[in-house]
């Protein structure tokens, strides 16, 4: 079975620090896929990031990045500078190849303050 | 290019009573999956459709069902309402040979 923990439940930082969240994972496969969606206060889901088991080079799309280790399973997410917009409920998700389902964490709440 | 618009946005029910939750995909996505989201908790997979067949279900009872349509649009139907399933309804679009899922605003549910 699949399993996607995210131990810190809440995050309070102040703009313009730099901000991790942690995400293990727990699978059987040999291939899936690893994803961080963003939930702001609207509600909507925001897709940010797909990674393959198979590639485990990191990952930085401007202010963000992403470390994938696939020795402690872990895929983590840091914000540099962040910034009062980035104030959301952050889900890391797990889907095994041949299927897109997600298994999801229970999300990780940042909050923001100028 | 719209994204993945879901009807409707908000609605409140009575314990017993049936509901139905509409989803229309995103352009050129023929894969729709439905997620319930619980105050404080990740969304949780309900089932996906695929050329008008569901081909993969989560954890839910037989009181969930869907429909896929032609144009791939979904819908959602949860009969005899408890109070526990208050909760964001939220529908995902994907293409069946990618793994990115696209998803809409949600419909909040409110049971009372």
């Known amino acids: 079975a699949q399993k996607v923990t995210q131990a810190q439940t809440e995050i309070s930082v102040v703009e313009k620090e730099d901000v991790t969240l942690d995400c293990v994972y727990e699978?059987?496969?040999?291939?899936?896929?690893l994803f961080w969606y963003k939930q702001p206060p609207s509600g909507e889901l925001v897709f940010l990031i797909r990674?393959?088991?198979?590639?485990?080079q990191n990952e930085i799309s401007g202010r963000y990045s992403w470390n994938f280790q696939k020795s402690t399973s872990s895929f983590n997410f840091t914000i540099t500078a962040s910034q009062v917009v980035d104030s959301a409920v952050y889900f890391c998700a797990l889907s095994e190849a041949g299927y897109s389902t997600l298994t999801f964490g229970k999300g990780t709440m940042l909050l923001v303050s100028p | 290019d719209a994204g993945v618009t879901q009807s409707p946005t908000h609605l409140i029910k009575t314990r017993g009573q049936q509901v139905t939750l509409r989803c229309s995909p995103k352009?050129?996505?023929?894969?729709v999956s439905w997620y319930q989201q619980a105050l404080g908790q990740g969304p949780q997979f309900i089932f996906q459709?695929?050329?008008?067949?569901?081909?993969q279900r989560g954890n839910f009872p037989d009181r969930f069902s869907g429909h896929q349509f032609p144009n791939y649009s979904s819908e959602l139907n949860v009969n005899a309402l408890l109070l526990g399933d208050s909760a964001l309804y939220l529908c995902a679009s994907s293409s069946l040979q990618r793994y990115e899922q696209y998803f809409g605003p949600g419909t909040r549910l409110t049971v009372t």
């Open positions: 699978t059987r496969d040999t291939t899936y896929y």
């Open positions: 990674r393959n088991s198979f590639d485990e």
């Open positions: 459709y695929y050329e008008e067949e569901e081909r």
């Open positions: 352009s050129g996505h023929d894969t």
